[in-house]
């Protein structure tokens, strides 16, 4: 299958070629025609699929050139970063068109943002929350909207846009063409569709939440976060050569410190992504790790979204995430545009239980790995052995109501677990 057989318009077969983009994804060959046909369509697929050329291309090429001063397209996105990759894709796309578009996002003042509506647009990308702003605020007219694309729907659920997503609902007009992307399809996200899809014709490029096929995903058990930290010192010191490699960490303190501890022992820069950061920093270490300038870039779930960086070789998961869908999302971000990617997750004994619903979910347990011979072995801090043993008295609470959690109980699965996090964790003599 071709990309001329998928019936796009010279235009944009020049600005695909352009993009060096020699077949069409998956994804793209089933979304595309019946997007093309006005059809309304729900896409279940991760990023790295090729997901946002499938839904902007048909949509440019129906908006065709630039018409009337309102927007005639509009694509919600949950994060700036995200919305500023949608519109970097529709940018390339358009290049040989002379569609306008905008992307809206909140976290800078709106000024600018109202200039450029004013000066008149095609398709906006937009986050919920700014687009409402604007438009209460009487800078965007919705009358002309044909189409719409909620694009991360699951994560805008997530990050709680549906009242938001209602209200787009009753401003924009009814008879308009609906998509709807997600990396996964929980209850709520159905739910979403119905309000929003009209005879949707679905379309599913991997089975619900497995993580892309070229991702390499592996594990290895620490005892703390101390050691942790001594191991991703010796992986950058033995495998990082020229790779990106994208760190995870749960929280914005954690992501910190552990950039903080790297950066002593390294003299380029490590930096750090996450909702505290202001727009611009986020913006700038997006884009210094896409142009290779940044190697090692820590970042929080929050911040995730919108890294698009097909060349991220490995991503580490500092800590292992609580909710699995949220790892699907991290490894994601590795082994995009059909290249190859590794996905270590490194887990103390408390994040066993979080690894074990990953690996349900994954469908297969993570290849294991063993911790190189030099990695010195740090004692857990006091504090951080009360942490996880409040962790895996949760746990055991959780899978088991009788379960006391007795001091004493605790302690003794405490150690024992420790033990093995040796055994396995290493090949010693
Ligand atoms: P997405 O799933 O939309 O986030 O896309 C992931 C990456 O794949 C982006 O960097 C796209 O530029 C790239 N991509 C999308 N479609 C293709 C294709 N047909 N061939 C090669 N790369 C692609």
Sequence with gaps: MTFSELKLTRQFLNAIEDAGYSVPSPIQIKAIPPLRSGQDVIGIAQTGTGKTAAF????????????????????????KELAIQIHNEAIKFASYTDLRILALYGGIGPKTQIEQLNQGCDLI????????????????????????????????????????????????????????????????VERLADEFLLWPTRIEVTPQSTPVATVRQMKLELPNQRTKIAFIEWWIEHHLQDKR?????????????????????????????????????????????????????????????????????????????????????????????????????????????????IESLVGEPLEEITAPESLEDFETPRHERQI??????????????????????????????????????????
């Design 245 to 357: 490699l994208l760190i995870f960490a749960r929280k914005k303190e954690e992501a910190e410190n552990l950039a903080r501890y790297l950066q002593r022992s390294f003299d380029f820069e490590i930096r750090t992504i996450h909702s505290n950061k202001a727009q611009n920093s986020r913006i700038n270490a997006m884009e210094d790790f896409r142009s290779g300038l940044v190697q090692v870039l820590v970042s929080t779930d929050v911040a995730s979204r919108g890294i698009d960086v097909p060349e991220t070789e490995m991503v580490i998961n500092a800590s292992v995430p609580r909710d699995p869908h949220e790892y699907v999302h991290r490894i994601g971000r590795t082994g995009r545009a059909f290249r190859n990617g590794t996905a270590l997750t490194l887990n103390d004994p408390a994040e066993r239980y979080a690894l074990e619903r």
């Design 56 to 79: 902007l291309l048909p949509m440019l090429q129906t908006l065709k050139y630039a018409q009337h001063h309102e927007p005639r397209a509009l694509v919600l996105a949950p994060t």
């Design 125 to 188: 990308i937009c986050t919920p929350g700014r687009f409402i702003e604007l438009y209460s605020h009487g800078h965007i007219s919705t009358k002309r909207i044909k189409h719409l694309v909620l694009d991360e729907a699951d994560r805008m659920m997530d990050m709680g846009f549906m009242p938001q997503l209602r209200q787009v609902q009753e401003i924009i007009p009814n008879k308009r063409q609906n998509m709807l992307f997600s990396a996964t399809f929980p209850p709520r």
């Design 388 to 429: 996880q043993a409040r962790e895996i008295d949760r746990e055991l609470r959780k899978r088991d109501p009788n379960y006391k959690g007795a001091f004493h109980e605790k302690k003794k699965k405490k150690s024992s677990k420790g033990k093995s996090v040796r055994s396995t964790g290493k090949t010693r003599k």
